[in-house]
């Protein structure tokens, strides 16, 4: 076998050729040590944000202090519908009074926001007369007994080296009890009594370096937003600059070839600049020359919009939110962009807040009913709403449809009552209503005809109904 050449037909040293994976060409270099400078590309270890950098850049940074906020404001700005089936003697607008009597909205977005800020928060649920220190027991809570919320992020507390080791707990290796430091002294609340929000999940062992807590949100974004608003510093420096001063210094480099020459020619710029400052006239030497070089700021607003793309992609947040900016291309509307963001907050509350509403739930309803019914449930309402002209749009067909199989005879008109009635289409049906229907209905009338005896267009005949005409 011949010896490795380069693409110059130069032979390879051993020392430029190591046993690597990965795609490699030894005749153009790619993927050589010596050769592709891209070979160095690495990740290197990070230290995790501390307090201060992460408070820092929340107040310094609109574009991280809206990655905090508006996620969590929008995740709870709908909540969720509380559904109970089987049961028509509970009455869940109890249920609805405590939550809006404990804030638990505002909890909920307070405790996500420091969460994903510092990596991870707490919120306490306080019960009258109960030890914080013990293990809670959620067979045993009374009615009215849940009194408090309070929302604690992770470095106000320290978490114990007491750790659940049962490997088939739910909460494995995490601690047993976190203790609270104020000016009364430390107060200890166990596990079971805290709903724990994490910020972005690490792997098990940086979790474990990260003194058991996960880290902060704005870690993986951090890099992209200081790249843009660095970008945007240097921009709005060359833009009030306009242009910068150049010098024509005769024999320029014998004089700087010595410390005593490099102070007077710095000394002699200094002063020209001095000068310019004070009497808004630049005064030189009769040998010097000066020049006013023009910066060019042509593209920078290319360039800080590529940013802007490159920060949106990495927050997975739309430019018309994050920024601002009105929607981009023909006929834009930011539609589309806002539904693939709802999209994404859809799967962070069903991953990240449905388990913690599931485990909150065992004392919310425990205390605003005396007992946990069966057959509870709950959904999330709609991110995204509909505007009224859409919502007629969405009746008319779904009238269309319903009109089409009742004529057909695959859809009884308490069938159709009832639906509507489930979709609370009418404020004043009630299920008295449907039943009255179902008595007394009578087979759905044959569609209509015009005067040739041809069906009319279910369409036509809403239209015609309402006054509507097309040509």
Not at 437 to 450: K, L, Q, V
Request: some cysteine; proline content about 5%.
């Amino acid at each position: 076998m011949g010896a490795l050449v380069d693409q110059f037909g130069q032979p390879l040293r051993a020392t430029v050729i190591p046993f690597t994976d990965g795609l490699r060409n030894d005749q153009t270099g790619m993927g050589v040590i010596g050769y592709d400078p891209t070979v160095q590309l690495q990740y290197t270890p990070t230290h995790f944000l501390t307090q201060n950098e992460a408070e820092n850049a929340f107040l310094n940074s609109f574009i991280i202090g809206r990655f905090i906020e508006l996620p969590a404001q929008h995740m709870t700005r709908e909540w969720r519908t509380i559904q109970i089936e089987g049961d028509e003697n509970v009455d869940v607008e109890v249920i609805e009074e405590l939550e809006a009597m404990l804030a638990v909205k505002t909890v909920f977005t307070e405790a996500m926001m420091w969460g994903d800020l510092y990596g991870g928060a707490l919120v306490v649920m306080g019960l009258d007369g109960d030890d914080l220190s013990s293990p809670l027991e959620v067979e045993s809570i009374q009615q009215g007994q849940l009194t408090s919320l309070t929302v604690i992020d992770r470095w106000q507390v320290t978490a114990s080296q007491n750790f659940i080791l049962d490997p088939l707990s739910p909460n494995f290796r995490y601690p047993e009890t976190y203790e609270i430091l104020s000016q009364a002294g430390a107060t200890t609340i166990h596990a079971s009594r805290c709903l724990r929000f994490d910020g972005c999940r690490l792997p098990r062992l940086a979790w474990l370096r990260n003194s058991r807590w996960h880290g902060s949100t704005v870690q993986r974004v951090l890099d992209s937003i200081k790249g843009f608003e660095a970008s945007v510093k240097a921009s709005s420096k060359a833009m009030q600059e306009g242009s910068i001063d150049v010098y024509a210094i005769e024999h320029l480099y014998e004089r700087y070839s010595d410390a005593e020459g490099e102070r007077v020619v710095r000394g002699r710029v200094k002063m020209a600049a001095d000068l310019k400052s004070v009497y808004r006239a630049v005064i030189i030497d009769k040998t010097d020359e000066l020049r006013r070089q023009p910066i060019d700021v042509r593209g920078y607003d290319t360039l800080l919009q590529k940013h802007q793309d490159i920060v949106c992609g990495a927050t997975e947040m739309p430019a018309t939110l994050l920024f601002g900016r009105s929607p981009q291309g023909l006929n834009a509307t930011g539609e589309s962009d806002f539904r693939n963001w709802y999209d994404t907050l859809s799967i962070k509350q069903e991953f990240k807040m449905r388990p913690l509403l599931n485990q909150f739930d065992q004392v919310l309803i425990r205390s605003a009913l005396g007992y946990f019914p069966e057959n509870l449930w709950f959904d999330f309402n709609a991110l995204w709403q509909v505007s009224n002209s859409e919502q007629a749009a969405i009746n008319l067909q779904k009238a269309q449809a319903r009109h089409v199989y009742m004529t057909d005879g695959a859809y009884l008109p308490e069938t159709c009552a009832a639906d509507l009635l489930a979709e609370g289409f009418s404020v004043s049906m009630t299920q008295e209503d449907v039943d009255l229907i179902e008595e007394t209905g009578a087979p759905a009338p044959p569609p209509p005809t015009n005067s040739n005896g041809l069906p009319v267009d279910p369409a036509a005949m809403l239209r015609s109904m309402s006054g509507v005409t097309t040509p």
